[in-house]
């Protein structure tokens, strides 16, 4: 489902991947650990379109479709969908009227009908409840006076919402305390299903406690470097990421 | 250098002044309103349009953009009043008394004038002119009078016609009135209005004014308003027309003591705009919110001018104003706040904010404070810049159409200011504005 081919990616003129491989298939979730500066974010950013992330080489196909000649947009509503690390404040868009945006401009692309309003709420409501967001939160511009929290707490309705067939999670545990920890989580694993796949990037292990990966991935200075089961986890989680840095030395 | 080089006249200025002298007979009003009329058109010769080396007009040299003088319009014929049924429908539905001037002449047959609530009273300038109106007489040109400012003294001149409203005390009128200003003769001519509204204390009211034209009119509108001790004013103004369009608008407010003043002005259309606002707090206690709007492409011109003068204590002024450019627009702000000496306490506050869609759009902003007492805050904030691409990219990644993420920043922008109109439906009706505005420029 997800291919990806030898990327390289340049970020202001400096080149951040190189020559990264992938393959995650259908229903499964990947892990993608690694140091700071390894690329893991560009990595996420690159498969979002963010402008200033420029593929040089390689391919993201997402079944056997290259999105990277594809606008924002239209990767959103071919099933892409990233859980920003930081997620923006939008005073005066309200976050209903966001999501609706968002979701009926996707249908809308894939050549579907436009959601009723109670059809929208219905949809809007069960999901919130399930992430106990309040729905007064939502009435309010997307994220503005939202804690770190409720912002990822709010990413993941997104995601629940707009039903994507490959989830990015970008270090989705930053910021969060043990309990917004567990809902977060527990809305991912809700969303885990034999036709979706997902990729959760992080830098330490403690949220994979949470959301158990099939395969985990160590990224260093742009590539992957090892592949590995749960387990490498919790190795890293011990031994650190220093033996990386040295075998992409050695690679390189 | 010789005087008589800055004395030589514009065709336009040598147009108006022969559109005074060879019409002033026909102007209406007795020898008190003659002699206002005299006094003016003598200031008006001396000042003549301004231009760029006016200070407060440094930004919008109208004797440059206005190089010549239409003829003043005519009473309207009968087709000029049937274009003007639907004029001013772009403030939704409100169940606002409309009351219709149409090429700056009262029409009462398409105005609104029955079951007048208790304590209002609604007539028009150019009746009241000649009929020597006391209310008139008592307030007319002596409002805020503006020191040189020879587009006021122009409008005193050739007044005609406008909207003369008394509320009286105590009095609450429960539905908006909306004066409706539609120039729709189908050859560009000159438009002079004046009205003057006056709320005794303790009233309450709503003023919503629109202002459209056909192509290639000038005109220049002037209000003067009284508010009274702990009387609760509405003024919502919006302007729209052609891309050829010259409009010229006064606003002159004098608030009593603990009053309540919200003004809103929004810009949609027109070529050359001058708002040009003065308020004046003549008791303390006051809370007066001076909000604006405008979105402008093509060629547009719109320049928001305010001078919030503090002469009471305790009173609190609060302006904002956004304006989206794009194309080769060009918005001004200019603010002017002055606390005089027993002014102490005061609070004010404005803030001009510039979106800027185009790289050849140009915003400029000019705040200024004069404050004489020792006892106030007073802060004051600019910033332009364009639509910010990373939230651009948030909305985008969630599947949102590039001109649809563009269209909700730029909503959101000009909701800030538009959120500060206290009547839900006329915030719904001027979003929908803003919203048919992004849609015709995505197309």
């Known amino acids: 489902m997800l291919e990806v081919k030898n990327l390289h990616v340049t970020v202001d003129g400096k080149q951040i991947l ?47 479709e290259d999105i990277l000649a594809m606008q924002s947009d239209e990767r959103a509503a071919n099933g892409l969908f990233l859980a920003f690390q930081y997620p923006l404040e939008i005073p005066g868009v309200a976050t209903m009227t ?3 945006t968002a979701l009926n401009a996707q249908r809308k692309k894939r050549g579907e009908a436009e959601l009723s309003t109670p059809e929208f709420l219905k949809l809007v409501r069960e999901a919130a409840g399930k992430l106990e967001i309040d729905m007064d939160m939502l009435r309010r511009g997307v994220n503005v006076g939202f804690s770190g929290g409720e912002k990822k707490r709010n990413e993941i309705l997104q995601m629940a919402l707009l039903q994507p067939r490959l989830c990015v999670l970008d ?12 809902i977060v989580s527990d809305g991912v694993n809700r969303l885990r299903s034999p036709d979706r796949s997902m990729l959760v990037i992080t830098h330490y292990q403690r949220l994979l406690d949470h959301i158990v990966p099939d395969v985990v991935h160590v990224l260093s200075a742009g590539r992957i470097v090892k592949t590995g089961g749960k387990e490498l986890a919790l190795e890293l989680e011990a031994s650190g990421y220093a033996q990386f840095q040295g075998e992409v030395a050695h690679a390189s | 250098m010789n005087a008589e080089i800055r004395n030589m006249k514009t065709n336009a200025e040598l147009a108006l002044a022969e559109a005074y002298s060879s019409g002033k007979a026909r102007l209406p009003g007795g020898r008190t309103v003659v002699a206002l009329r005299e006094a003016a058109a003598a200031r008006f010769d001396a000042l003549g349009l301004p231009h760029r080396r006016v200070e407060e007009w440094k930004y919008t040299d109208l004797r ?16 000029g009043i049937a274009r003007a049924k639907d004029a001013g429908l772009r403030i939704g539905d409100m169940e606002a008394r409309r009351i219709v001037f149409v090429d700056g002449t009262f029409v009462p047959e398409i105005s609104d004038l029955t079951d007048l609530s208790p304590g209002l009273i609604i007539r028009s300038m150019a009746q009241a002119l000649a009929a020597g109106d006391p209310l008139v007489e008592a307030h007319l040109g002596k409002v805020v009078p503006p020191d040189r400012e020879g587009v006021v003294a122009l409008n005193t001149a050739l007044m005609r016609d406008g909207a003369v409203i008394h509320v009286a005390k105590g009095a609450t009128v429960e539905r908006p009135i909306h004066l409706v200003f539609a120039a729709t003769g189908q050859t560009p001519a000159s438009v002079f209005t004046r009205s003057l509204v006056v709320i005794e204390a303790g009233a309450r009211v709503m003023l919503v004014e629109s202002h459209d034209a056909s192509a290639g009119h000038q005109v220049n509108t002037a209000l003067e308003l009284v508010v009274g001790d702990k009387a609760h004013v509405d003024h919502i103004k919006i302007t729209g ?3 050829d369009l010259v409009h010229v608008s006064s606003l002159m407010a004098s608030i009593g003591a603990h009053a309540r003043f919200n003004d809103f002005a929004f810009n949609i259309g027109g070529g050359v ?27 547009q011109h719109v320049d928001s001018t305010l001078v919030v003068d503090h002469q009471a204590p305790g009173c609190q002024s609060r302006e904002v104003f956004a304006t989206v450019l794009d194309g080769e627009s060009r918005g001004v702000f200019q603010g002017k706040i ?4 027993h002014a102490q306490q005061t609070d004010a506050r404005m803030m001009t904010r510039a979106l800027l869609l185009s790289d050849e759009a140009e915003a400029d902003s000019k705040p200024e404070l004069e404050i004489f007492a020792d006892d106030v805050q007073c802060g004051h904030g600019a910033t332009s810049g364009a639509l910010d691409e990373d939230l651009k990219f948030y909305l985008m ?4 159409p590039e001109t649809d993420a563009e269209a909700l920043l730029v909503q959101a922008f000009v909701g800030e200011a538009i959120e500060g109109i206290e009547h839900a439906g006329l915030r719904d009706a001027l979003m929908e504005q803003v919203v048919a505005w992004l849609r015709a420029r995505g197309a």
């Open chain 2, 338 to 341: 002055v606390v005089r000496p």
């Open chain 2, 397 to 400: 990644a969630r599947g949102i």
């Open chain 2, 241 to 243: 027309g052609p891309s």
């Open chain 1, 98 to 100: 966001f999501l609706r």
């Open chain 1, 18 to 64: 190189n020559g990264l491989d992938l393959v995650v298939d259908k229903g499964e979730v990947h892990a993608i650990m690694g140091p700071n500066g390894s690329g893991k974010s560009t990595l996420a950013y690159v498969m979002a379109g963010k402008p200033g992330y420029e593929a040089t080489q390689g391919q993201i196909l997402l079944d056997g």
């Open chain 2, 273 to 299: 705009v001058r708002n040009q606002t003065f308020v004046r707090f003549d008791g303390e206690g006051t809370l007066a919110g001076l909000r604006g709007a405008s979105l402008l492409n093509g060629k």
């Open chain 1, 171 to 182: 270090e989705t545990d930053s910021g969060l305390d043990i309990d917004a920890l567990k």
């Open chain 2, 64 to 79: 440059a953009l206005m190089r010549e003088a239409r003829p003043i319009a005519g009473a309207p014929d009968a087709a």
